[in-house]
C-alpha cells in the first residue's frame, strides 16, 4: 500500500523538516483508519465493476426481466471485493478488517443494492438500449447515498479533462494526486491507494486510483469523438490509461 507523508514502519509522520514521533497506539490507530477508507473505496469500486461487467445484459433491449436483481449484484459484488481484498463481506463478523470499519463497509453495500434497486423497472424495460445504470450513474448515486447516511466524505473523481459529471470535479488534494497517478511509473496492479493526514489533523484522505479496464473501453476508448451508449463523446483511452480515483475522507477518531 503506498501513502504519502506518513512512515508505518518508524511510527514516524514527516512533513517538509518536522518530524514528529507517534506513540505505538496513535499509529495503529492511523493505520486503522487508512485500510478502512482503503476498503470502502475497493467495495464502492467492486460494485461499479459488476455493473460494467453486466453493461450489455442491461442495455440489451430485447430481453425484459434480467434477473440483475440487487441480490445477484450483491452476490458479484462481494466475490469482487473478496478476489480483491480477501475478505469475506458474508462474514465480516470474522473478517481480519478493522473494527471501525465492519458497519461501514456493510452499510455501503447496502447503499449499493439500493442503487441498483431503483434502477429494477427500467433494466427489465424491453425495448430501451439505454437503461442509465453504468459505472459512473453507480459510483456517483452510491456514494452520495453513503455519505448521506454515515457524514463519511465518499465520492469517485477523474482528472479535469475527464469530467462528464459536474459532482465529481476533483478538489485540490485528488487533482494534484491523480497527476502523479497518471504518471507510467504508478503500479497498475494491486490496491494501491495514495492517503495522508489532513492539514488539521482531524481526517485522513484516502485515493484510490481507477485504471481503465477492458470493459471500461466500451464507453472511453476509441474511437476517440465518437458518441458512446450515453451519448458523450469517447475520449480514445486505453487500457490500463488513469481514468480516476475513488475518493475517501474519513475523521480521526
Known amino acids: 500500500m503506498c501513502t504519502r507523508w506518513v512512515v508505518r514502519s518508524a511510527s514516524v509522520v514527516c512533513a517538509g523538516v518536522l518530524c514528529i514521533s507517534l506513540s505505538p497506539a496513535a499509529a495503529e490507530n492511523e493505520s486503522a483508519v487508512r485500510e478502512t477508507g482503503r476498503l470502502l473505496a475497493v467495495l464502492l469500486d467492486a460494485g461499479r465493476m459488476t455493473i460494467g461487467h453486466n453493461q450489455l445484459l442491461l442495455n440489451d433491449p430485447a430481453k425484459g426481466d434480467k434477473g440483475f436483481t440487487p441480490e ?17 463481506l458474508a462474514n465480516l463478523s470474522a473478517a481480519t478488517v478493522p473494527e471501525m470499519s465492519k458497519p461501514l463497509l456493510a452499510r455501503l453495500l447496502e447503499e449499493s443494492k439500493q442503487t441498483v434497486s431503483t434502477y429494477q423497472t427500467v433494466i427489465n424495460m424491453p425495448g430501451v438500449k439505454y437503461k442509465g445504470l453504468i459505472p ?61 493526514m489532513a492539514e488539521d489533523g482531524k481526517s485522513m484522505l484516502v485515493l484510490l486510483p481507477l485504471f481503465y479496464k477492458k470493459d471500461c473501453l466500451n464507453c472511453h476508448g476509441a474511437p476517440k469523438g465518437e458518441r458512446d451508449v450515453t451519448g458523450y463523446p469517447r475520449e480514445g483511452a486505453q487500457e490500463g490509461d488513469l481514468g480516476g480515483a475513488i475518493s475517501v475522507k474519513l475523521p480521526m477518531p
Open 72 to 88: 445477484v449484484f450483491a452476490e458479484q459484488t462481494r466475490a469482487a471485493f473478496k478476489e480483491r481484498t480477501g475478505h469475506d
Open 136 to 196: 459512473a450513474t453507480f459510483g456517483t448515486e452510491t456514494g452520495a447515498r453513503f455519505q448521506a447516511w454515515s457524514g463519511v466524505y465518499l465520492k469517485q473523481t477523474a482528472p479535469e479533462y475527464l469530467i462528464r459529471n459536474p459532482k465529481n470535479k476533483p478538489d485540490a488534494f485528488e487533482a494534484a494526486e491523480m497527476a502523479k497517478l497518471s504518471e507510467p511509473s504508478f503500479p497498475r496492479v494491486g490496491e494501491q491507494v495514495v492517503s495522508r
